[in-house]
């Protein structure tokens, strides 16, 4: 059966790194490769299970740094020690049943979104298709002038584009527009049977017209048809973007921990 695994483990975000000039190398593990890259002179691997036997297999590689992706007890046995903790990001489980992602919702945001679809003015659409290096340049520097302004790091546009060229069919557009004006778009990135939401941008009529919850309950409702089971939407910061994570708690997803970073010295 095929396995959820993080955007940093998949196999379009490391083609895209290695178009990128930042090539990492793939080892083979008990329960699948592992991708690692080299950072601040050390190396560093991304783990997407808890496998003791792939943790031992990184110790022997000599393999330094360890992105947990759950917290294991095998990490201390090897001798490494946590120097990170533990991050949580929202996951989002889909169901080709609407009424089932309906259920899900906290009822405050399925009210937004009910009252949203009521108020959607006319000539105004809700679209889907695969992102267009070309057709879509507009939206990378549009979500680009928008982190600048809003002071937030997002991904950089060259890894957007790089992935795209790696896996044509990977990066998917969802669009509010009106008059066929872009209002409003969220990018995902679909590896293996999940969808990792990648960059967004909306306008202030975006804004008004409830475009996150519109475009999300597109996404929600259109990729199961793409064999997408997981849909994960990010960090959850409670401290710095409470909204933030109120939206994404709110849509449906539940919060998972992270297994932090752990360092061993050799």
């Given at each position: 059966?095929?396995?959820?695994q993080?955007?940093q483990?998949?196999e379009?975000?490391?083609?895209?790194l290695?178009?990128?000039?930042?090539?990492?190398?793939r080892?083979?593990?008990?329960?699948?490769?592992a991708f690692?890259?080299?950072r601040?002179?050390?190396?560093?691997?991304?783990?997407?299970?808890?496998?003791?036997k792939?943790?031992a297999?990184?110790?022997k590689k000599?393999?330094?740094?360890i992105n947990?992706?759950?917290?294991?007890a095998?990490?201390?046995?090897?001798?490494?020690r946590?120097?990170l903790?533990?991050?949580?990001?929202?996951?989002l489980?889909l169901?080709?049943?609407?009424?089932a992602l309906?259920a899900?919702?906290?009822p405050?945001w399925?009210?937004?979104?009910?009252r949203f679809?009521?108020?959607?003015?006319?000539?105004?659409?809700?679209?889907?298709?695969?992102?267009d290096?070309?057709?879509?340049?507009w939206?990378?520097?549009?979500?680009?002038?928008?982190?600048?302004?809003?002071?937030?790091?997002?991904?950089p546009a060259?890894?957007?584009?790089?992935m795209?060229?790696?896996s044509?069919k990977a990066?998917r557009?969802?669009t509010?527009?009106?008059d066929?004006?872009?209002?409003?778009?969220?990018?995902?990135?679909?590896?293996?049977?999940?969808a990792?939401?990648h960059i967004?941008w909306?306008?202030?009529?975006?804004r008004?017209?409830?475009?996150h919850?519109?475009?999300?309950w597109?996404?929600?409702?259109?990729?199961p048809?793409r064999?997408?089971?997981e849909l994960?939407?990010?960090?959850?910061?409670?401290?710095?973007?409470?909204?933030l994570?109120?939206f994404?708690?709110?849509?449906g997803?539940?919060p998972?921990?992270?297994?932090g970073?752990w360092?061993?010295?050799?």
């Open positions: 059966m095929e396995t959820a993080s955007l483990q998949s379009v975000f490391n083609a895209a290695a178009r990128l000039g930042r090539a990492p190398s080892l083979p593990l008990p329960d699948g490769p690692i890259l080299r601040f002179g050390l190396s560093l691997a991304t783990r997407p299970r808890d496998c003791p792939a943790y297999a990184l110790a000599r393999i330094r740094l947990a992706e759950s917290e294991s095998a990490l201390s046995e090897l001798g490494y946590q120097i903790q533990p991050a949580h990001i929202a996951e489980q169901s080709p049943h609407e009424a309906r899900a919702m906290h405050k399925r009210r937004s979104l009910a679809e009521a108020d959607l003015p006319a000539r105004s659409t809700l679209s889907h298709r695969a992102f290096p070309e057709r879509d340049a939206l990378l520097k549009a979500e680009a002038k928008q982190a600048r302004a809003r002071r937030y790091r997002s991904y060259a890894l957007t584009l790089a795209s060229q790696a044509p990066l557009l969802f509010l527009s009106h066929d004006r872009p209002q409003a778009a969220m990018l995902f990135v679909l590896h293996g049977i999940r990792t939401y967004g909306t306008s202030a009529e975006g008004d017209h409830g475009a919850w519109l475009l999300m597109k996404a929600m409702r259109e990729l048809a064999r997408i089971t994960e939407l990010g960090l959850i910061d409670t401290d710095d973007g409470a909204p994570a109120r994404k708690l709110g849509s997803a539940r998972r921990s992270l297994g970073t360092a061993r010295l050799f």
